[in-house]
T-cell receptor, first 113, second 111 residues
Framework: EAQVTQNPRYLITVTGKKLTVTCSQNMNHEYMSWYRQDPGLGLRQIYYSMNVEVTDKGDVPEGYKVSRKEKRNFPLILESPSPNQTSLYFC????????????FGPGTRLTVT | GQQLNQSPQSMFIQEGEDVSMNCTSSSIFNTWLWYKQEPGEGPVLLIALYKAGELTSNGRLTAQFGITRKDSFLNISASIPSDVGIYFCAGHQTGANNLFFGTGTRLTVIP
């Protein structure tokens, strides 16, 4: 089944404790992206990647890192999480940058205390 | 980044009623997409529009790409309880590497 998977689905952590949220797609998509979703603010892009080893900042990149060492994986790293990073996170992928039709993972709900 | 304005923010309707929602921007977009998000899930693509004036259907859903390229509309006919969710519009601009999303319309269908 074609899909985007994220792990973990739920995570509660404390301020400053480094964490990684994994994202994997099995559709051989070139483009991958991370979003955060907050009430009243919709989906905001954190980082995106147009291909292996090519990443760039989205609208809200501060406090996050990403890497794209393999085509299928695009982990999101929070080196020192803070409470304002409590949010619902989505990974998405699309076949090419120009296809625009992005497929989303099921989401990761992160709480930072 | 840009934000798209969606209206209404929320709707409560009776089962069987038709639904209309829209998405507007002060800028021109060359692609409009409509997504639905159900509780606990990620957004799922419903319809993609690529030409001004284009009208596209997906079952009971119909979406239109506005002539001015600054807006898009989504209609749902004969709503059913499983239509419940948040509907997001998204737009793409020429040369951009990302999508811009609206803030969503939350739809509640009363049986």
């Amino acid at each position: 089944e074609a899909q985007v998977t994220q792990n973990p689905r739920y995570l509660i952590t404390v301020t400053g404790k480094k964490l990684t949220v994994t994202c994997s797609q099995n559709m051989n998509h070139e483009y991958m992206s991370w979003y955060r979703q907050d009430p009243g603010l919709g989906l905001r892009q954190i980082y995106y990647s147009m291909n292996v080893e090519v990443t760039d900042k989205g609208d809200v990149p501060e406090g996050y890192k990403v890497s794209r060492k393999e085509k299928r994986n695009f982990p999101l790293i929070l080196e020192s999480p803070s409470p304002n990073q409590t949010s619902l996170y989505f990974c998405a992928s699309s076949l090419f940058r120009s296809s625009y039709e992005q497929y989303f993972g099921p989401g990761t709900r992160l709480t930072v205390t | 980044g840009q934000q798209l304005n969606q209206s209404p923010q929320s709707m409560f309707i009776q089962e069987g009623e038709d639904v209309s929602m829209n998405c507007t921007s002060s800028s021109i977009f060359n692609t409009w997409l409509w997504y639905k998000q159900e509780p606990g899930e990620g957004p799922v693509l419903l319809i993609a529009l690529y030409k001004a004036g284009e009208l596209t259907s997906n079952g009971r859903l119909t979406a239109q790409f506005g002539i001015t390229r600054k807006d898009s509309f989504l209609n749902i006919s004969a709503s059913i309880p499983s239509d419940v969710g948040i509907y997001f519009c998204a737009g793409h601009q020429t040369g951009a590497n990302n999508l811009f999303f609206g803030t969503g319309t939350r739809l509640t269908v009363i049986p």
